[in-house]
């Protein structure tokens, strides 16, 4: 079975320039998450969906960042403008069903799109 | 604000000793606990979960929960080289809220 899957795998742009990024969660997942990991701040839940719908986007670090889930199978985090401060790796996770307690319904990871600002 | 914290090392161990990682949550509504493993460059992927007060084992992983205590730690034991890794503690945050914040994680380095 296909895992998550993101794109770009690698962007180098220049500040000021709008990024898209995508991901295909697995499919029959209803939950869909966008995490950001640097070295300072560790990995960081900017927003996640259910079904869809965003739940929770008080991770989103200010205007600059959206996110959409226009279907079951697609999401995209967008940044305009981008700026240095926002290189890092970006990672989409995807689980299905609710609750937590059974194995089955661990998160699982993309393998990452590492952006760089310059 | 609720949080994880971890020591973010990092721990060097010898091979074949047993690794001890450790993690404290704030939130005490939290109810699952998992540990992943994210080797240099790559997602993280899970090792363990556990939601119960006491000790999980699976192979060489032990997990333990402490909720009184607010602790969770992982036993690495007979460690390996290929061990060596950011290993990340993460939380739900309770009641039923559906998402799970993660510590900055623990580098662990294991001594051939």
């Known amino acids: 079975d296909a895992g998550v899957i993101q794109s770009p795998r690698h962007e180098v742009t220049e500040m000021g320039q709008e990024v898209t990024l995508r991901c295909k969660p697995i499919s029959g997942h209803d939950y869909l998450f966008w995490y950001r990991q640097t070295m300072m701040r560790g990995l960081e839940l900017l927003i996640y969906?259910?079904?869809?719908?965003?739940?929770?986007d008080s991770g989103m670090p200010e205007d600059r960042f959206s996110a959409k889930m226009p279907n079951a199978s697609f999401s995209t985090l967008k940044i305009q403008p981008s700026e240095p401060r926002d290189s890092a790796v970006y990672f989409c996770a995807s689980r299905s069903g609710t609750g937590w307690f059974y194995a089955g319904n661990t998160i699982y990871f993309g393998e990452g799109s590492w952006l760089t600002v310059v | 604000q609720k949080e994880v914290e971890q020591n973010s090392g990092p721990l060097s161990v010898p091979e074949g000793a047993i690794a001890s990682l450790n993690c404290t949550y704030s939130d005490r509504g939290s109810q699952s606990f998992f540990w992943y493993r994210q080797y240099s460059g790559k997602s993280p992927e899970l090792i363990m979960f556990?939601?119960?007060?006491g000790d999980k084992e699976d192979g060489r992983f032990t997990a333990q929960l402490n909720k009184a205590s607010q602790y969770v730690s992982l036993l690495i034991r007979d460690s390996q080289p290929s061990d060596s890794a950011t290993y990340l503690c993460?939380?739900?945050?309770?009641?039923?809220?559906?998402?799970?914040?993660f510590g900055k994680g623990t580098r662990l380095h294991i001594l051939p």
């Open positions: 969906f259910n079904n869809n719908v965003p739940i929770d």
């Open positions: 556990i939601y119960s007060n």
């Open positions: 993460a939380v739900n945050t309770g009641g039923r809220d559906d998402k799970i914040i």
